[in-house]
């Protein structure tokens, strides 16, 4: 079946940019996602993209997808304090027929330190 | 827009008791809902697929006549957790599929926290 990976911690300093990564088995899979999820909370859709694109930037947020060697990744840029959150990195499989659904990853926490 | 609900946000039952669990997209129509547990600390797992007018998909390994799912309409499917048991404490979050969207996006809602005492 599909999985994804991802590192499960992840500490920066305030203003820098961090990096999370994520890998993934599925080959057909069509659309990845981030998503951010505080305490205590739901999920909050970060960004998606398309398996045929290579980058996606959106404000301070840039995804780059390494479809060759499956790697996915979410920088966030300037990261602030209110950035500290669990991301989670999904992949969505495409099955003919039926409901898509969304595989998750493991989640990276990030901590953001003043 | 793409907003989903759930009520309650959290919740504390005695063991043996059943508890509903309610999940609402409130400005888009839903046909497909999936219902997902999360440990602490760990990832979302799901347990079913829920589908409006019909029997929902449950995951291998997820008690149906445990977790009984209704999609009784376009914007609100419930997650009945019968007899809980402490084991059945967790963070159940629901998510819907807009009927209307172009992209395979899943809107989450904030979850429910279920305590089993």
């Known amino acids: 079946g599909e999985d994804v990976e991802q590192s499960l911690f992840l500490s920066v300093r305030e203003g820098d940019s961090s990096v999370i990564n994520c890998t993934y088995t599925?080959?057909?899979?069509?659309?990845l996602y981030w998503y951010k999820q505080e305490p205590g909370a739901g999920l909050q859709l970060l960004t998606y993209i398309f398996s045929n694109m290579d980058m996606k930037q959106d404000q301070r947020l840039t995804v780059l997808l390494n479809k060759k060697d499956k790697h996915l990744s979410l920088r966030i840029a300037d990261t602030q304090t209110g950035d500290s959150a669990i991301y989670f990195c999904a992949e969505s499989p495409f099955r003919s027929g039926s409901a898509r659904q969304l595989t998750f990853g493991s989640g990276t926490q990030l901590t953001v330190l003043p | 827009g793409a907003v989903v609900s759930q009520h309650p946000s959290w919740v504390i039952c005695k063991s043996g008791t059943s508890v509903k669990i309610e999940c609402r997209s409130l400005?888009?129509?839903?046909?497909?809902m999936f219902w997902y547990r999360q440990f602490p600390k760990q990832s979302l797992m799901l347990m079913a697929t829920s589908n409006e007018g019909s029997k929902a998909t449950y995951e291998q390994g997820v008690e149906k006549d445990k977790f009984l799912i209704n999609h009784a309409s376009l914007t609100l499917s419930t997650l009945t957790v019968t007899s809980a048991h402490p084991e059945d404490s967790s963070f159940y979050i629901c998510?819907?599929?807009?009927?209307?969207?172009?992209?395979?996006?899943?809107?989450f809602g904030p979850g429910t926290r279920l305590t089993v005492l």
């Open positions: 400005d888009f129509q839903a046909t497909t």
């Open positions: 599925d080959s057909s899979s069509t659309y």
């Open positions: 998510s819907a599929r807009s009927r209307t969207s172009g992209t395979d996006t899943q809107y």
